[in-house]
């Protein structure tokens, strides 16, 4: 009974989800699309996505903000520690 429930609602949000017509983005996607990561950012701090596709692309467009960050320090490092030490 409870895997027929479970069955049912799965099948109820994937329809829901495929009848928006959009899709979730995932980290990769925004790392390499800057606007759409921006703008997607712009929409979850405005609280105005409230459904699960859009919660997956907050989480994914954050995490890809976040790694692009991590990536520029690292480099930013990199080139300082080569400054230091007379790499050019």
Do not use: F
Request: glycine share 2%; hydrophobic share 35%; aromatic share 4%.
């Amino acid at each position: 009974m409870i895997k027929t429930k479970i069955a049912v609602i799965s099948a109820l949000l994937m329809t829901l989800i495929a009848c928006t017509g959009e899709t979730v983005n995932d980290v990769k996607y925004y790392k390499e699309h800057d606007q759409e990561r921006i703008s997607m950012l712009e929409k979850c701090r405005n609280n105005a996505l409230q459904d699960e596709y859009r919660e997956a692309n907050c989480k994914n467009s954050s995490r890809a903000r976040t790694q692009i960050s991590i990536e520029i320090e690292r480099e930013n490092s990199r080139i300082a520690l080569d400054r230091i030490s007379g790499k050019k």
